[in-house]
């Protein structure tokens, strides 16, 4: 099967089945949602949910999370991944959020990842849940996933190139959904351990399943 067709039968089912998708991660405002995904790097969106609604009842916005000190958010997050240095960056950021941006959340990527703490893949997850714009941000699901379902070629070694692997096939309009179909399928479906193939309706098409996973 040619790369083009995959594709088409991937993002078909995906319309299809998933029309409307977003995020996991809860939260009130873009600030929130950047300090979720930040929190979120290497740590599961759950256990993400269940710290921020404490995060954010005392730190609802840039400016009383630049007001506090790291050791301050540290308390409040220290469930999560690597707390020391999340909350360092959280407490810089808005630190530069305030001094910089005027308060604001850039729309913008080179202005993202001059933010401490924020690198490509949260910039891109900004720019598509909370702008709307055609970036695909590259985690753990997304890259396996596409390689899976022969999506990117071999050589497509590194979550910039997959990003760009990606976004070289599907449609502008499609991108931001697309990050969390390959996510969501990734989570539930194509699993890192024992993927669930049989359950799987791309299955027949998936390059990787083998002939006994199929029902």
């Known amino acids: 099967m040619k790369r083009e067709e995959r594709y088409r039968q991937v993002l078909a089912y995906f319309e299809k089945e998933m029309p409307i998708v977003t995020t ?24 993400i949910n269940m710290v921020t609604p404490e995060l954010f009842k005392h730190y609802p916005d840039a400016r009383t999370m630049a007001a506090a000190e790291p050791e301050d958010v540290y308390e409040l997050i220290k469930s999560v991944s690597y707390p020391n240095a999340k909350a360092r960056h959280l407490v810089e950021m808005a630190r530069v959020l305030i001094a910089q941006y005027n308060n604001e959340v850039p729309a913008d990527m080179d202005k ?5 703490g924020v690198g490509r893949k949260t910039a891109n997850v900004i720019l598509a849940i909370a702008f709307g714009q055609a970036a695909l941000a590259v985690d753990t699901h997304v890259y396996r996933v596409s390689h899976r379902l022969g999506l990117v070629p071999k050589t497509a070694n590194t979550p910039f190139k997959v990003e760009m692997a990606l976004t070289k096939h599907i449609s502008k309009e499609l991108i931001p959904r697309a990050h969390h179909w390959l996510l969501l399928h990734g989570r539930y479906v194509c699993t890192s351990q024992r993927p669930k193939c049989v359950k799987c309706a791309l299955a027949s098409i998936c390059p990787s399943c083998l002939p006994s996973c199929l029902p």
Request: aromatic content about 6%; hydrophobic content about 50%; charged content about 20%.
């Open 24 to 47: 996991e991660l809860e939260y009130g405002s873009v600030f929130q949602l950047l300090v979720a995904v930040m929190l979120s790097a290497q740590c599961t969106d759950k256990r």
């Open 112 to 116: 993202l990842l001059k933010l401490p």
